[in-house]
C-alpha cells in the first residue's frame, strides 16, 4: 500500500548512458514533483506536472525529459548521462492547490 | 522571492534534553510552511506544516512549531530528544497561491542525539 513508489531505487551507469526513473503515486493526486538532492543534500526541485500538463520546469538541462502517460505515473528520462547528475532523485505528488507533498523513497543514481 | 534559511547547519543534543532547530523565512505572501524529516538513506516524512490557521503547530513524534510573523521564523521544538529523532531536517516554504505547488527548501540542518 505504499503511497508513492520509485525504480529502481539505486541507479549505476556509466557516463554518456540514457537511463531512466519510474514514479508511481495511488494518493489520487493530481500534481506530481521530481527533486534533485545533491551531496550536501541539498533538495531543489526540477518539474512539476499536473493532469499530466507540465507545471514548472526549473531551469533543467534538456537532457532531463519527464513524462507522464497518467496522471498517477511521473517518469524521469536522462540522456546521456554527467558525473555532475550524480544525486538522489526524489518524486512527489500532492492535490491541487494543496502544498503538502508525499514524497517517495529516492533513487540514488551514480555516474561513473 | 521566496526563501528559507536555517541557522545551524548541525545540532547535537543529548537523549532527554530539549531540541531546538531553527528557521527563518522570507516570502512576500503568507507563506505555507512545512518542517520535513529526512531518516538516513531514507525519503522525506512531513513533520508538520504551517498553513495561516494557529500559529502554534503540533505534529508527528512530540514536535511543534510556532509561526511568528514579526520574526518571520518558524522554529521547530521538541521537549526531550530521542535517540530515533536523529536526521536531517529541513525547513520549506511554500507560495500557497503557486500553481505549480513549488516548494523552496533550506539547507538542512543535521541532528545528532547522544546517549
Known amino acids: 500500500d505504499t503511497a508513492v513508489s520509485q525504480t529502481p531505487k539505486y541507479l549505476v551507469t556509466q557516463m554518456g548512458n540514457d537511463k531512466s526513473i519510474k514514479c508511481e503515486q495511488n494518493?489520487?493526486?493530481?500534481?506530481m514533483y521530481w527533486y534533485k538532492q545533491d551531496s550536501k543534500k541539498f533538495l531543489k526541485i526540477m518539474f512539476s506536472y499536473n493532469n499530466k500538463e507540465l507545471i514548472i520546469n526549473e531551469t533543467v538541462p534538456n537532457r532531463f525529459s519527464p513524462k507522464s502517460p497518467d496522471k498517477a505515473h511521473l517518469n524521469l528520462h536522462i540522456n546521456s548521462l554527467e558525473l555532475g547528475d550524480s544525486a538522489v532523485y526524489f518524486c512527489?505528488?500532492?492535490?491541487?492547490?494543496?502544498?503538502?507533498?508525499?514524497f517517495g523513497p529516492g533513487t540514488r543514481l551514480t555516474v561513473l | 522571492a521566496q526563501s528559507v534559511t536555517q541557522l545551524d547547519s548541525h545540532v547535537s543534543v543529548s537523549e532527554g534534553t530539549p531540541v531546538l532547530l531553527r528557521c527563518n523565512y522570507s516570502?512576500?505572501?503568507?507563506?505555507?510552511l512545512f518542517w520535513y524529516v529526512q531518516h538516513p538513506n531514507k525519503g522525506l516524512q512531513l513533520l508538520l506544516k504551517?498553513?495561516?490557521?494557529?500559529?502554534l503547530v503540533k505534529g508527528i513524534n512530540g514536535f511543534e512549531a510556532e509561526f511568528k510573523k514579526s520574526e518571520t521564523s518558524f522554529h521547530l521544538t521538541k521537549p526531550s530528544a530521542h535517540m530515533s529523532d536523529a536526521a536531517e531536517y529541513f525547513c520549506v516554504v511554500s507560495d500557497p497561491y503557486n500553481q505549480g505547488g513549488k516548494l523552496i527548501f533550506g539547507q538542512g540542518t543535521e541532528l545528532s542525539v547522544k546517549p
Open positions: 512527489a505528488s500532492s492535490r491541487p492547490s494543496y502544498n503538502e507533498q508525499f
Open positions: 516570502s512576500s505572501y503568507s507563506p505555507s
Open positions: 504551517y498553513t495561516s490557521a494557529a500559529t
Open positions: 494518493l489520487g493526486h493530481d500534481t
